[in-house]
């Protein structure tokens, strides 16, 4: 479980997740965004370690298509979003949780699907031979990096304004969009 989550963390903490995170966690109340988050991972952990190695199949291609869309749609929400609104958060009050935590489950569900650490997941439990080691691992690996976006954003909050934030992690999403649709197409 210990190398688990040492190899699924170390993986996922440069990746999308963090960055997603830290969005939506600029945005909303932190508890909401997490149970969002977290409940995706779960899927994808247990449909990783219920496949085995079978998700290194899927056609990578489609997959980097689909999240190159979601990255250049999140990003114009957000730069769209961004110049009519005032420089503050919304209350967690003006947010309901099903809304908050229902946008975090699903821009993870989608844009982590065969990403590389549902893989090293697979695989992983398919060599080892024991599935709740390698999920329990995987799945606090991948709430640990979730946590530490969420986190770091509402620290970020206090330092620089929303505005550059929204604009720069608008910046970062077109830049992965762009670079997700390049592997779909190269």
């Keep these: 479980m210990a190398l688990v989550f040492g190899v699924v963390f170390l993986a996922e903490l440069p990746d999308k997740t963090a960055l997603a995170g830290l969005v939506l966690g600029t945005r909303y109340r932190a508890s909401y965004v997490f149970a969002g988050v977290a ?16 998700l290194t199949l899927l056609p990578q291609q489609l997959v980097h298509a689909l999240t190159g869309v ?5 990003a114009a929400m957000l730069l769209l979003k ?5 420089e503050e958060v919304k209350q967690p009050e003006d947010q309901s949780f099903w809304k908050v935590s229902g946008a975090g489950f699903m821009l993870i569900l989608v844009a982590e699907f065969g990403d590389l650490t549902q893989i090293m997941t697979a695989n992983m439990a398919a060599r080892y031979d024991d599935p709740l080691s390698v999920g329990l691992g995987a799945v606090l690996a991948l709430w640990a990096v979730a946590g530490i976006g969420i986190v770091g954003g509402k620290a970020l909050m206090k330092r620089v304004p929303l505005a550059l934030i929204t604009k720069i992690a608008a910046l970062l999403m077109l830049g992965l969009g762009v670079w997700s649709l390049y592997e779909a197409i190269a």
Excluded at 39 to 54: D, K, P
């Design 82 to 86: 961004g110049a009519g609104e005032e």
């Design 39 to 54: 409940a995706a991972f779960t899927v994808h952990v247990v449909l990783a370690v219920a496949a085995g190695s079978v």
């Design 70 to 74: 979601l990255f250049l749609g999140g």
